[in-house]
Nanobody, 120 residues
């Protein structure tokens, strides 16, 4: 199973970006999908999570500004980021847990990361 994150870029503070994370491979189902981020010189931190049924959870630092969603038919997860701040600058990673077509569990499968830079 492979994950491909995309959608990062340079944006001014207060702006918006939408990240995507597409999973591919021998996938039967995906359970939980998560976004993480790692700012320069800092540890990777969890940002948001979404279950297969659409239940969501957010880190306090992004609550009210970021929205996580997914399209199960496309095995794709999104992160709508609004009211971006300079401190949101980081490489954003996605991961997923699920089952393969042979009903083996997989995860965490990680994407390669996409860079978000917020200028103040």
């Amino acid at each position: 199973v492979q994950l491909q994150a995309s959608g990062g870029g340079l944006v001014q503070a207060g702006g918006s970006l939408r990240l995507s994370c597409a999973a591919s491979g021998s996938i039967f189902s995906i359970n939980v999908m998560r976004w993480y981020r790692q700012a320069p010189g800092k540890l990777r931190e969890w940002v948001a999570a979404i279950t297969a049924t659409g239940s969501t959870n957010y880190a306090d630092s992004v609550k009210g500004r970021f929205t996580i969603s997914r399209d199960n038919a496309k095995n794709t997860m999104y992160l709508q980021m609004n009211s971006l701040k300079a401190e949101d600058t980081a490489v954003y990673y996605c991961n997923a847990f699920g089952e393969t077509l042979t009903r083996d569990t997989f995860g965490p499968a990680w994407g390669q990361g996409t860079l978000v830079t917020v200028s103040s």
